[in-house]
Nanobody, 119 residues
Framework: VQLQASGGGLVQPGGSLRLSCAASGSILSINYMGWYRQAPGKQRDLVAVITSGGGTNYPDSVKGRFTISRDNAKNMVYLQMNSLKPEDTAVYYC??????????????WGQGTQVTVSS
């Protein structure tokens, strides 16, 4: 079972990016899915979370600018980022709690995708 993140890049302040994360492997179901970010020299922080039922939560730093969504049929999670600021620059990681076909529950991370907000 693995997560593959994509969609990062360089964007000007005020711009938008959409990140995607695909889960693959022997998956029975996916519970929690989330996005985290880590800037150089800082800890990894939660950016957005979405439950299997579609409930979402965001820290104040991104609330109103970022939107997390998921496609359960495709085992995908997305992060739409609008009104980007230089302080949003970081490596973004997807994370998920997955129930495998073998009936194990595992927490896994994607490989990270760089988002740089700069003029």
């Amino acid at each position: 079972v693995q997560l593959q993140a994509s969609g990062g890049g360089l964007v000007q302040p005020g711009g938008s990016l959409r990140l995607s994360c695909a889960a693959s492997g022997s998956i029975l179901s996916i519970n929690y899915m989330g996005w985290y970010r880590q800037a150089p020299g800082k800890q990894r922080d939660l950016v957005a979370v979405i439950t299997s039922g579609g409930g979402t939560n965001y820290p104040d730093s991104v609330k109103g600018r970022f939107t997390i969504s998921r496609d359960n049929a495709k085992n995908m999670v997305y992060l739409q980022m609008n009104s980007l600021k230089p302080e949003d620059t970081a490596v973004y990681y997807c994370n998920a709690d997955i129930r495998t076909v073998a009936r194990a529950t595992i927490n896994i991370w994607g490989q990270g995708t760089q988002v740089t907000v700069s003029s």
